[in-house]
């Protein structure tokens, strides 16, 4: 099992910026991709940002070259670092961690941080 804790959400005018922070615990050695979702109001969750494999990074095209995630292997915490903040960043932001055994992915979620940019 692999714990998430994230912070770091809140409300910040357009423009702005916020860092969020996910803390792991548990079978944290398990964990082949780390990142981050968002899930607007009445819309399907995406993917945001993920590490894979301990160093390739992905992002969505949205939010390339204004988010930037990183990873502190030693601490077990992942950050997103979102800049140049969009009121249509806003969304719950969920980290994500995906544990790889064979031909099954093992997921886990964090609680959600709620970050919300005003125009």
């Known amino acids: 099992q692999v714990q998430l804790v994230e912070s770091g959400g809140g409300l910040v005018q357009a423009g702005g910026s916020l860092r969020l922070s996910c803390a792991a615990s548990?079978?944290?050695?398990?964990?082949?991709?780390i990142g981050w979702y968002r899930q607007a109001p009445g819309k399907q969750r995406e993917l945001v940002a993920q590490?894979?494999?301990?160093?390739?990074?992905t992002y969505a095209d949205s939010v390339k070259g204004r988010f930037t995630i990183s990873r502190d292997t030693a601490k077990n915490i992942v950050y997103l670092q979102m800049n140049s903040l969009k009121p249509e960043d806003t969304a719950v932001y969920y980290c994500?961690?995906?544990?790889?055994?064979?031909?099954?992915?093992?997921?886990?979620w964090g609680q959600g941080t709620q970050v919300t940019v005003s125009s």
């Open positions: 994500n961690a995906d544990e790889w055994a064979g031909t099954r992915i093992f997921r886990y």
């Open positions: 548990g079978r944290t050695g398990s964990i082949n991709a």
């Open positions: 590490i894979i494999s301990g160093s390739s990074t």
